[in-house]
């Protein structure tokens, strides 16, 4: 949310974006936004005329969020930030660190709550309070990039944090648009991944228009009866029309999608639904000719009363099934689970 919506939030803006809105030229809007992603104050800068940059003072400013809590996991090198909008509501953001030291990729949210219920995530259970606007998004890896040592820098981004991104597509692209412009934070886009529940609407506009940035889909099992009963979005938007998309993608694109699946016990974790996958993986890599990345991501408790609506399944067994099959999968490791910060345990709770 823009406080004054006279003004523009100009860390959402691309330099393009920028000299449509204002009166200056495309030269200057990219020294400016260069500028304001620096930290840069408006008042002088080389080869920007004085007039543009009072446009840019007069029709701009730079919100921020405000941190509530920035806490530490103790079991790994992660770190969850919660942080306050200007309306109250309370988001999450995950700094993640990379294999390569100094390199970090930021899971950001992109909702504050989520719609769309999936069992087993702690978001889920928070209902959607509102989506969030590009700034706001583009804000959480502003934010993050604060936190680093000289010589760190954010390599990636995920958006897999509170929400369902393609829910709120139309500010996620605005947000990827600024976070993969060189004169803006200047993340390759290949190091931008989107991972949904599975709208096909918003998977074919990702295609479209954002085609460098990669997919990854929550398919929680391939057996209809079971995915409906842990994703209710299944019942609008059954995997097989979901796959239809992602099939889109992969041919659009290139690219290989990114399908996680988190054993629970008893739940999704049976031979059955090991063999139910393989068989989505066989279709899928014959129909395009491009094999999907099977990611097991292991279950973390969401409720810290501890009255968890599932147990973990077994991961190296369930890895064992999906191998049996034929399906060569890799093992997420999801940190910072006491800090509440692993996947599906974000809840905008401080
Ligand atoms: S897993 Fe994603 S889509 Fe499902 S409830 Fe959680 S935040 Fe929403």
Redesign the pocket.
Known sequence: MITDSRVLALQEMTPEALARCLPVTPAEARKIVAAVHRGSPLTRLEGVRRTALAAARAGGHVPTLSVRTVRASALDPFVKLALSTEDGHVIETVRIPLERAGRFSVCVSSQAG?A???AF?A??RLGLARNLAAWEIVEQVRMVRGTLARGQRVHGVVFQG???PLANVERVLDAIRVMSDPCALAIDSRAITVCT?GLPGGIRRLAREAPKVRLGV?IASARAEVRRRL?PIDEAQPLREVIEAVEEHARATGLSPMWAVTPLAGVNDTDEDAQALADLVRGFTERTGIRPRVSVVPYNAIDEAGRDPFARGDVAVFVQRLVAHGVRPHLRYSGGSDVQAAC?QLAGVA
């Open positions: 989520c769309l219920a999936c995530c978001t889920g509170m929400g369902e529940a929550s994703m599906g």
